[in-house]
C-alpha cells in the first residue's frame, strides 16, 4: 500500500521569500511522485512529476522538487514566492507497475503575505 | 480542446435523493477516475475505471455507482444521498500509453454538492 504525508496543513510565508512544501511517501515499490497545485475553485493542475532519472525535478511556475530516496521524500521548493502562488499545494504517488491510481495528501494551503 | 468536463457545478440535493455526475474527456484517454476532496482529508478516490467497459472500486466507494458508458464519459451515480456525501467531486483522466512513464492526470474543475 501507498500513502502520501504532508507536514503542515497550512503555510504562510512573505512575498520573495523560500517556499518549502514537505511531502513524505511510503511505498512499497518504486514510486511515481507528483505535485499538484489547486487554485480557488478550480480542479488540480500537475506542477511537476518525478518517474525515474534526475532526483531534482523542475516543474512550471519556477517550483522544483527533490526526490531523496534514503529519506523518503519529495519536499517542494520555490526561491521566491509570488502572490499568485497563494494555492493549495497536494503531493501524490502511484507506483510504476501499471498502477496508474494516485494516492493524494492532505494538502497544504500556501498563504503569501505582502 | 475542453478536457474534463463536469456537469453540473453546483447541486443541492435533499436526503434520500439520487442524481448523476456527468462527465466527459476529450483527450482519447483509458482511463478514468472519481474522487472527492474533503477539508482535511486531500482527494479519495471512489471509483476508476482502466479502460472502457471496466470499472473498480476505489478508497471510498460505499453509497456510490458508476458507468463507464463509452470512452469518454464516466458518470458517478448517488441512489440515496447522505449528509455524509456533502463533498466537491473530481473527475479525471489519464492515459499511461501517452506518458513515459509516470501517468499525469487531468482534472475536471468539479461538482459541489450539498446534501441537507
Known amino acids: 500500500a501507498q500513502s502520501v504525508t504532508q507536514l503542515g496543513s497550512h503555510v504562510s510565508v512573505s512575498e520573495g521569500a523560500l517556499v518549502l512544501l514537505r511531502c513524505n511517501y511510503s511505498s512499497s515499490v518504486p514510486p511515481y511522485l507528483f505535485w499538484y497545485v489547486q487554485y480557488p475553485n478550480q480542479g488540480l493542475q500537475l506542477l511537476l512529476k518525478y518517474t525515474t532519472g534526475a532526483t531534482l525535478v523542475k516543474g512550471i511556475n519556477g517550483f522544483e522538487a527533490e526526490f531523496k530516496k534514503s529519506e523518503t521524500s519529495f519536499h517542494l521548493t520555490k526561491p521566491s514566492a509570488h502572490m499568485s502562488d497563494a494555492a493549495e499545494y497536494f503531493c501524490a504517488v502511484s507506483d510504476n507497475f501499471g498502477n496508474e491510481k494516485l494516492t493524494f495528501g492532505t494538502g497544504t494551503r500556501l498563504t503569501i503575505i505582502p | 480542446n475542453a478536457g474534463v468536463t463536469q456537469t453540473p457545478k453546483f447541486q443541492v440535493l435533499k436526503t434520500g435523493q439520487s442524481m448523476t455526475l456527468q462527465c466527459a474527456q476529450d483527450?482519447?484517454?483509458?482511463?478514468m477516475y472519481w474522487y472527492r476532496q474533503d477539508p482535511g482529508m486531500g482527494l479519495r478516490l471512489i471509483y476508476y475505471s482502466a479502460s472502457e467497459g471496466t470499472t473498480d472500486k476505489g478508497e471510498v466507494p460505499n453509497g456510490y455507482n458508476v458507468s463507464r458508458l463509452n470512452k469518454r464519459e464516466f458518470s458517478l451515480r448517488l441512489e440515496s444521498a447522505a449528509p455524509s456525501q456533502t463533498s466537491v467531486y473530481f473527475c479525471?483522466?489519464?492515459?499511461?500509453?501517452?506518458?513515459?512513464?509516470?501517468?499525469?492526470?487531468?482534472f475536471g474543475q468539479g461538482t459541489r454538492l450539498t446534501v441537507v
Open positions: 479525471a483522466s489519464s492515459d499511461r500509453s501517452r506518458d513515459r512513464g509516470g501517468t499525469e492526470a487531468f
Open positions: 483527450m482519447n484517454h483509458n482511463s
